[in-house]
């Protein structure tokens, strides 16, 4: 899932992934807009040697981005849409170069004492035909592996450790 190398033929992407993850919506919520760089982090980032935080602000018009010092950084994605406990939209390039734009929504629904996390993400523009697997493979590793880890076990495998 790191950045994709430019290539100029149009092309689509579409991902779609599913996790239970045990413990209840709003702890899943809290660790997907509030921590999210305790468990996300190399090597699904733009820039590892410069990345100092992994910032999502959970308002309307809020940013997903990379901070790396002194203003600098990289804009991943803007909050389109969200309901706290329910539901997140992010639009932007989510870390494809090129002319892209994509979209990601996370849905959340309670299972018994758990949480079933949906993943969609799609995108359209400068897609290389590799785009789609890196992508797959890395929300895998971001979702089932590490917030997983973060939410059950406490286990920082992001940025923030």
Known sequence: MTAAGHDTRPGIM?????????A?????FAA?????????????????ERTRDVILEPRV??????????????????VTRIRRGEYLELTGRLGIRGA??????????????????????????EIGPETEGNYDRGWRDLLDRRLRAFVERGERLGLRR
Not at 14 to 22: A, G, L
Not at 32 to 48: L, N
Request: proline letters at 8%; glycine letters at 14%; aromatic letters at 8%.
């Open 32 to 48: 997907i807009t509030e921590e999210i760089a305790a468990w996300w982090g190399p090597p699904q980032i733009i820039d590892e």
């Open 100 to 125: 892209v734009i994509g979209v990601i929504t996370f849905s959340l629904q309670p299972q018994g004492p758990g949480t079933i996390l949906r993943l969609s993400h799609r995108a359209a523009g």
């Open 14 to 22: 579409h991902v779609e992934q599913e996790v239970t993850i045990n």
């Open 61 to 78: 018009g809020g940013r997903l981005y990379e901070d790396w010092g002194r203003g600098d950084g990289a804009l991943w994605a803007t």
């Open 24 to 28: 209840p919506p709003a702890r899943v």
